[in-house]
């Protein structure tokens, strides 16, 4: 077995490799011959175009990041269109974005496989929500299918671009956090590489009409045979168990596990329910017909529980009284208590199918008494999401906070999703007050923007970061523009998209491939639809007070563009400036700002010595940036330049 994912790509029919559950789906769309692959970035499936870019010039596919999901999409439905197999990666919030155009593909209908994979994050590890996206495939009348390991991955993607085709519908793929990050021993199959030339044949078009929507459904229903004969909805147990589990998802791992650790294999049974919608009646059926109880373990909503009790009130004169025990019936918590999140982990199921049998169970059981009580009594520091050491938008944040306060008009700034959302934080000032979407600040400041003549007197802020600024921040902008809002926005341009992994954006001059391309500025953009604009450095903290000020008090629609690159992509270069402390003029505790570098500014290189009773710089992660010197009442912090470059800036 190939330890290593970087075998992943190889076309080597038998091999075993340890994969990532989206190495696993990229592999399952290079094996099926894909051509055309979009995506925006989005954890927690960023990593399927990179893989795929990074075989691409080999593979002759053609893999971009798109300004957003809709347009990732619709680039992908081209592909398609023109005869040619195609993939598009979003995670649940970009779905969102596609969803208009996705509702309209299965009117007019596809030609080349066209394959879509949204990643739903159960517990909200990297978004600020959960959502369950398999509720949206019903209105857009397409498949869906959901995966339960990095292995059924590969197998589930190479087969929905058959699907695709065989029913002219794009197919919905759906992975979750739990799936996309976990990895697992995956057997590589043959690569059929995509050789079609891409062709688009006008007559008749496809063309989006409402009459269309019986074609839609007879589309869907004609997949019911072909679910039948995938190995996607496995039973297995007993022929007549006393209780059978129905799960779907990484919840069917979680099932077998609880069966294994309550030994119940011989009173449960367990049916996986891997194509979801149209839903499958038939193995459903089956299982109701042979079990008088039934237990749904999914995450995050009860769709399939929901589902088949509709199956079971058609079929109810045939099938008798049924007991189900899910979420709606209280045996599986809507939330996990401690997080608040609808997130399924094992131990949630072992506890639900515990008390669905009347087993004595209790958490942690297997682990002996010795090691329980070491994990409890281990001290666990608490930790803050915080940004990183020098990152701009920290100094970006202290400066809005600074100015709105020093300004007096209880103004206040709106943000919305990025690494700039950290601005909610206590070590982002509490700067922002809204998180929505992405876009949305600047969209909520074009609303309020308007409501002077009602009596609003509170100057108004819109925080943006640069790739959030191309996705979504265009469109309210040119809207405040043509109404006359009344804000400041100001965007915060590190020139990447950081949140994700440094993916490029259309500013940035680079593609997928790291080919250099046409860049649009931010800053050309904003002149271009004739909006002032000042242009400034967030490390320049006293500077970029004094102009949120002066642009406060100017009023009117105003553009603030505060440039400085991402402090990790610094980290990476040898020129980093040298930053220490001066023991001898900080005054420790006696500090009049109360440990302003440390405890205030808390940047994470600003660290405490409390041996010494005086602040200390950690070298290690220190970007370098100086901003603590500049804010150092004492003067105690000092900046040296960077060996070679005599002529830094202190």
């Keep these: 077995m190939t330890t290593t994912s970087q075998a992943w790509h190889l076309d080597a029919p038998g091999r075993r490799c340890m994969m990532s559950g989206n190495e696993a789906a990229a592999r399952g769309a290079v094996e099926a011959g894909v051509q055309v ?19 691409a010039r080999e593979r002759e ?43 309209t593909l299965p009117l007019s209908g596809i030609r080349g496989g066209l394959v879509l994979i949204v990643s739903d994050d159960p517990g909200a590890h990297s978004s600020v929500k959960e959502e369950d996206t398999r509720y949206l495939a019903v209105p857009a009348h397409i498949p869906l299918l959901e995966p339960t390991t990095p292995a059924d991955t590969r ?117 996986r329910v891997g194509t979801l919608w149209p839903f499958p009646e038939a193995p459903v059926l089956a299982v109701l017909r042979r079990s008088r109880r039934v237990l749904f373990l999914e995450e995050i909503e009860p769709f399939i529980e929901e589902q088949t009790k509709l199956v079971a009130a058609e079929h109810a004169a045939e099938l008798g009284p049924l007991e189900f025990l899910g979420r709606r019936t209280g045996q599986v918590p809507w939330v996990q208590k401690a997080r608040g999140m609808g997130e399924m982990d094992p131990d949630i199921a072992t506890r639900a199918l515990a008390a669905a049998l009347d087993i004595p169970f209790e958490q942690g059981a297997t682990r002996s008494a010795e090691a329980q009580a070491a994990l409890d009594d281990l001290p666990m520091p608490l930790r803050q999401p915080s940004f990183c050491a020098g990152c701009p938008h920290r100094a970006a944040y202290w400066a809005i906070k600074s100015a709105l306060a020093m300004d007096g008009r209880q103004g206040f700034a709106l943000g919305d999703i990025g690494c700039y959302a950290l601005g909610v934080m206590p070590t982002g000032y509490q700067a922002i007050r809204t998180v929505h979407s992405m876009g949305s600040g600047v969209g909520l400041a074009a609303g309020f923007g308007k409501l002077r003549a009602m009596g609003l007197d509170q100057p108004v802020v819109a925080v ?36 994700t992994g440094h993916q490029p954006h259309p500013g940035c001059g680079v593609d997928a491939l790291g080919d250099p391309t046409s860049a649009m500025p931010i800053a050309d953009l904003v002149r271009k639809l004739e909006i002032p604009l000042t242009v400034g450095d967030p490390y320049d903290v006293h500077g970029t007070v004094a102009a949120i000020l002066e642009l406060l008090q100017r009023g009117g629609l105003q553009v603030l563009l505060l440039q400085q690159p991402c402090a990790l992509q610094a980290l990476k270069g040898d020129k980093r400036r040298k930053v220490t402390v001066d023991p001898e003029r900080c005054r420790g505790d006696a500090c009049g700002c109360g440990r302003l570098c440390s405890r205030v500014f808390a940047c994470p290189a600003n660290t405490w010595d409390s041996a010494a009773g005086r602040a200390v710089i950690d070298e290690v992660v220190c970007a370098g940036c100086g901003v603590c010197a500049a804010l150092c009442p004492e003067g105690a912090i000092l900046v040296e330049p960077p060996q070679g470059d005599a002529h830094a800036a202190p």
């Design 464 to 499: 943006i970061g640069d790739s959030t600024f191309y996705h979504s921040g265009i469109p309210p902008l040119l809207n405040a523009k043509t109404t006359g809002a009344d804000y400041l926005c100001i965007v915060l341009d590190n020139g990447t998209t950081a949140m």
């Design 61 to 103: 596919i053609y893999a971009e990041w798109s300004i957003n999901e809709k347009v990732a999409l619709e680039v992908a439905a081209a592909g398609s269109l023109a005869g040619l197999r195609a993939l598009a990666v979003m995670k649940a919030d970009g779905l969102n974005v596609a969803l208009d155009f996705l509702t």
């Design 37 to 55: 692959v979009a995506s925006y970035p989005g954890s927690p499936s960023v990593q399927v175009l990179e893989c795929l870019a990074a075989v």
């Design 155 to 271: 197998d589930m993607i190479a087969w929905a671009f058959e699907l695709s085709e065989k029913c002219a519908l794009p197919v919905m793929v759906r992975l979750v956090t739990r799936i996309c990050h976990a990895r697992g021993n995956v057997t590589l199959q043959p690569i059929h590489a995509g050789s079609q030339t891409p062709r688009f044949d006008p007559d008749p078009g496809y063309i989006t009409a409402a009459r269309f929507h019986g074609r839609a459904h007879e589309r869907l229903d004609n997949l019911l045979p072909l679910y039948a004969a995938a190995p996607f909805n496995p039973y297995t147990g007993p022929a007549d168990p006393e209780l059978t589990i129905v799960a779907g998802g990484v919840s069917h791992c979680y099932a077998l596990e609880a069966v294994e650790r309550l030994a119940a294999g011989d009173r449960v049974g367990i049916l």
